[in-house]
């Protein structure tokens, strides 16, 4: 809890040092490792994050926001067809994730499959909505 305070605060680096102390402690839960990976990538700590994508146990690799955060990166890096690949993996784990809906959308749009590309993009502003009326 003290790590997601800290990271909606925006205090990245003290989520960062939260998250790996948690980790040192019990190195197998998939949520922590989850959002390392997230807090690193919104530092833009691009070697970190491949040493965490290098340390990730097995079962973290199950996590949605393990596969959002590799898609986001790969995007990062200008390697569009791994990250779609990421973020349908992330929808493989997680169907209503908008996030990885509207980055998908728009990849299916510039690889030219503007039909579904459509259909992803309505679909992400429908969960978006949903998100917005949950989180009130």
Known sequence: IDARMAFDRNALTEAETILR???????????????LGWTLL?????????????????RATEHPLVWLTR??????????EV?????AETLRRDSINS??????AILMNRFGDVKNA?????????LHDLEQVTHK
């Open 42 to 58: 919104q530092q833009r700590n691009f070697n970190g994050l491949a040493e965490w994508n290098k340390s990730l146990p097995s």
């Open 99 to 104: 996030s990885a809906t509207y980055q998908l």
């Open 118 to 126: 459509e259909a992803m993009s309505k679909r992400s502003l429908l």
């Open 83 to 87: 990250a779609a690949r990421c973020f």
């Open 21 to 35: 102390g948690i980790l040192n402690q019990n190195p197998e839960l998939p949520d922590t490792w989850a959002w």
């Open 71 to 80: 898609g986001m990166w790969y995007l990062q890096m200008e390697n569009e």
